[in-house]
């Protein structure tokens, strides 16, 4: 019989159903995230899972917000950084979430993981908007399955990869957050479903007049996934794609700034504003660590862009 998760409140920092052990785990983890903090978590995602085959198979579901909660198995090497209090995951897109609280979108998380986009952008705080999270990989839907439930299926959720067209690919990789169906499968590997970006709108689960949030973490195929959504695109929409940090050419926002109609917008943390940029070398500035992603923004939305321009003055006011 499965043990109840243990339960954390990222607010209070409280932190209950963990023995002893369990105690002692969760101050290493947040001790080794603060110390790692400083240089991009380096190291961080390898010493919590070699911490984790010594901890019992149970989840942790870690209270984001008042109506918001994410449960993973207690221990992962990638979400575990949520014990540390001041840890942000993902500013840039965290930005843009909440400064459009207000705004009727539907978020179209793919590659959602476990769902914590999913779970945050449906919960009040953020605006309780609708969700469809996509997520191929038989393991990873499983946990975003019971993500949905835990949070009263208030999202949708799809088992599919996003790709250029409707059809399969083999789904590979040794990291939960890093399964891609580019290349060659490795071993293990999973067939999957594969649609585009447009069949959302052919299979009336999106309407063309609707708002739309993108979130495209889908593991090198991002260009793929622009090009079968180009009929989206041309909604009031934006995609939020990630641009590697070991990637100098800047792959995906080349091809977003030089390929397609949308406006290129990246987050400048020096600013804290989400700036409109014609050419690439400020991403040399901001991609200052080589082993993770950042996200950029592309729309061709005249109503996107107003509203960027006006968060961008509600955030400088509050800074004053």
Same mark, same amino acid.
């Given at each position: 019989?499965?043990?109840?998760?243990?339960?954390?409140?990222?607010?209070?920092?409280?932190?209950?159903?963990?023995?002893?052990?369990?105690?002692?785990?969760?101050?290493?983890?947040?001790?080794?995230?603060?110390?790692?903090?400083?240089?991009?978590?380096?190291?961080?995602?390898?010493?919590?899972?070699?911490?984790?085959?010594?901890?019992?198979?149970?989840?942790?579901?870690?209270?984001?917000?008042?109506?918001?909660?994410?449960?993973?198995?207690?221990?992962?090497?990638?979400?575990?950084?949520?014990?540390?209090?001041?840890?942000?995951?993902?500013?840039?897109?965290?930005?843009?979430?909440?400064?459009?609280?207000?705004?009727?979108?539907? %978020? $179209? &998380?793919? @590659?959602?993981?476990?769902?914590?986009?999913?779970? +945050?952008?449906?919960?009040?705080?953020? !605006?309780?908007?609708?969700?469809?999270?996509?997520?191929?990989?038989?393991?990873?839907?499983?946990?975003?399955?019971?993500?949905?439930?835990?949070?009263?299926?208030?999202?949708?959720?799809?088992?599919?990869?996003?790709?250029?067209?409707?059809?399969?690919?083999?789904?590979?990789?040794?990291?939960?957050?890093?399964?891609?169906?580019?290349?060659?499968?490795?071993?293990?590997?999973?067939?999957?479903?594969?649609?585009?970006?447009?069949? %959302? $709108? &052919?299979? @009336?689960?999106?309407?063309?007049?609707?708002?739309? +949030?993108?979130?495209?973490?889908?593991? !090198?195929?991002?260009?793929?996934?622009?090009?079968?959504?180009?009929?989206?695109?041309?909604?009031?929409?934006?995609?939020?794609?990630?641009?590697?940090?070991?990637?100098?050419?800047?792959?995906?926002?080349?091809?977003?700034?030089?390929?397609?109609?949308?406006?290129?917008?990246?987050?400048?943390?020096?600013?804290?504003?989400?700036?409109?940029?014609?050419?690439?070398?400020?991403?040399?500035?901001?991609?200052?660590?080589?082993?993770?992603?950042?996200?950029?923004?592309?729309?061709?939305?005249?109503?996107?862009?107003?509203?960027?321009?006006?968060?961008?003055?509600?955030?400088?006011?509050?800074?004053?």
């Amino acid at each position: 019989m499965a043990l109840p998760p243990i339960q954390f409140d990222r607010a209070s920092g409280v932190l209950e159903g963990a023995n002893l052990w369990e105690r002692t785990a969760a101050l290493a983890l947040t001790t080794g995230s603060k110390i790692s903090s400083h240089f991009s978590h380096r190291g961080y995602i390898g010493c919590a899972n070699l911490l984790r085959k010594a901890l019992p198979e149970r989840n942790i579901a870690i209270k984001l917000n008042e109506d918001a909660t994410f449960e993973f198995p207690y221990g992962d090497g990638y979400w575990s950084k949520l014990l540390d209090r001041s840890y942000s995951y993902e500013d840039e897109l965290e930005f843009l979430f909440r400064h459009s609280a207000d705004i009727d979108y539907t %978020l $179209l &998380d793919c @590659g959602a993981n476990y769902g914590y986009w999913s779970v +945050l952008v449906t919960s009040k705080p953020f !605006g309780s908007h609708k969700a469809i999270a996509i997520e191929p990989s038989s393991d990873n839907f499983a946990k975003l399955a019971n993500n949905a439930s835990v949070n009263g299926n208030r999202f949708e959720v799809m088992k599919c990869a996003i790709g250029a067209t409707k059809g399969t690919a083999q789904l590979s990789g040794t990291k939960h957050e890093k399964f891609s169906i580019a290349g060659s499968p490795g071993s293990g590997f999973e067939t999957v479903p594969v649609i585009a970006l447009d069949d %959302l $709108l &052919d299979q @009336g689960k999106i309407s063309p007049g609707g708002k739309y +949030l993108i979130k495209l973490d889908v593991e !090198g195929v991002e260009i793929d996934a622009i090009k079968g959504g180009a009929q989206l695109l041309q909604c009031d929409s934006v995609i939020m794609c990630e641009e590697h940090g070991n990637d100098p050419d800047h792959t995906v926002s080349r091809y977003i700034l030089e390929q397609t109609p949308l406006n290129l917008i990246v987050y400048d943390p020096r600013s804290n504003r989400l700036e409109t940029v014609s050419e690439l070398s400020i991403l040399d500035r901001i991609k200052v660590s080589s082993h993770i992603g950042y996200n950029v923004f592309g729309t061709s939305s005249a109503f996107w862009q107003e509203r960027i321009v006006a968060l961008n003055a509600n955030a400088a006011r509050r800074m004053q």
